[in-house]
T-cell receptor, first 110, second 114 residues
Framework: QKEVEQNSGPLSVPEGAIASLNCTYSDRGSQSFFWYRQYSGKSPELIMSIYSNGDKEDGRFTAQLNKASQYVSLLIRDSQPSDSATYLC??????????FGKGTRLSVIA | DARVTQTPRHKVTEMGQEVTMRCQPILGHNTVFWYRQTMMQGLELLAY????????DSGMPKDRFSAEMPDATLATLKIQPSEPRDSAVYFCASARGISEEKLFFGSGTQLSVL
């Protein structure tokens, strides 16, 4: 089992809908969880981080973490075409580099 | 606006040629990472440095890849000889620490080996 699993997509949602992106992980020692967004032809950029179980909201974005189920998700409310990108889930553990998933490609249809 | 600078942006070369990619990390960041991104493998960590010292390069083929940080403002990734399977986007990223959540990525080098 890979360390970080994401559905590669594409995930297509209509404009204004909620996009739900999911990530599962195998390392129970993971302590920190991140979502990076990568537009086509660009570099990844951090959009959300979460460290404890539950929800964390930032504008239209909500990160959800369930350590017992080894599951982290990103919800994007009122999806816009400008949200179309690849979303990378990343995990951190102690003093080691982040481990990235392969990403889920999101397409928001106007 | 602080950013990581990578050169070149694009590189097309023939199999067997040497390729050198350069990275200038953000001033004050003491950790530098080299990643390779492909559709099949996603974002793979090749090597990383802290305070210019290499900490781990187990992610890259030792026989053809080498990574160095000759000074705090320059990191290099070299492939010699290059092979078609090396075609990918290579990203440099810098951070204040190894497990620092916010990695600042450069624009990447799109490498095509023919």
């Amino acid at each position: 089992q890979k360390e970080v699993e994401q559905n590669s997509g594409p995930l297509s949602v209509p404009e204004g809908a909620i996009a739900s992106l999911n990530c599962t992980y195998s390392d129970r020692g993971s302590q920190s969880f991140f979502w990076y967004r990568q537009y086509s032809g660009k570099s990844p950029e951090l959009i959300m981080s979460i460290y404890s179980n539950g929800d964390k909201e930032d504008g239209r974005f909500t990160a959800q973490l369930n350590k017992a189920s080894q599951y982290v998700s990103l919800l994007i409310r009122d999806s816009q075409p400008s949200d179309s990108a690849t979303y990378l889930c990343a995990l951190g553990r102690g003093n080691t580099p982040l481990v990235f998933g392969k990403g889920t490609r999101l397409s928001v249809i106007a | 606006d602080a950013r990581v600078t990578q050169t070149p942006r694009h590189k097309v070369t023939e199999m067997g040629q040497e390729v050198t990619m350069r990275c200038q990390p953000i001033l004050g960041h003491n950790t530098v990472f080299w990643y390779r991104q492909t559709m099949m493998q996603g974002l793979e960590l090749l090597a990383y440095f802290r305070n210019r010292a290499p900490l781990d390069d187990s992610g890259m083929p030792k026989d053809r890849f080498s990574a160095e940080m000759p000074d705090a403002t320059l990191a290099t990734l070299k492939i010699q000889p290059s092979e078609p399977r090396d075609s990918a986007v290579y990203f440099c990223a810098s951070a204040r620490g190894i497990s620092e959540e916010k990695l600042f990525f450069g624009s990447g080098t799109q490498l095509s080996v023919l």
